[in-house]
């Protein structure tokens, strides 16, 4: 599987972005999918997940009724869609994706594929 992670950008607080990762595979509706996301000096953290099913979804805390994970399964594609960008959502962001299920789907070392990061940075 290849990722394509897009759509970062330079920002102000407050704005909006969507994120998108386009996926090679056939089997990709299959696949658990992810965005974590990575600041400077700072280890690669969790921000959201969907299940193989496409049923349920996860999401960190400090982005939980801001940021929205979303899938088309017609597009090979996931979104995350970041609504009330803060500064501290500054980071490089990555999609993830690992076949069938995963034991801890907040844990990046459950996922054995990575797209190539995107830059997000909100300014102040």
């Known amino acids: 599987v290849q990722l394509q992670a897009s759509g970062g950008g330079l920002v102000q607080a407050g704005d909006s972005l969507r994120l998108s990762c386009a996926a090679s595979g056939r089997t990709f509706s299959s696949y658990t999918m992810a965005w974590f996301r990575q600041a400077p000096g700072k280890e690669r953290a969790f921000v959201a997940a969907?299940?193989?099913?496409?049923?349920?979804?996860y999401y960190a805390d400090s982005v939980k009724g801001r940021f929205t994970i979303s899938r088309d399964n017609s597009k090979n594609t996931v979104y995350l869609q970041m609504n009330s960008l803060k500064p501290e959502d500054t980071a490089i962001y990555y999609c993830?994706?690992?076949?069938?299920?995963?034991?801890?789907?907040?844990?990046?070392?459950?996922?054995?594929?990575w797209g190539q990061g995107t830059q997000v940075t909100v300014s102040s």
């Open positions: 993830a994706s690992n076949p069938g299920s995963v034991r801890n789907i907040r844990s990046r070392y459950d996922y054995g594929y």
């Open positions: 969907f299940t193989r099913s496409g049923v349920n979804t």
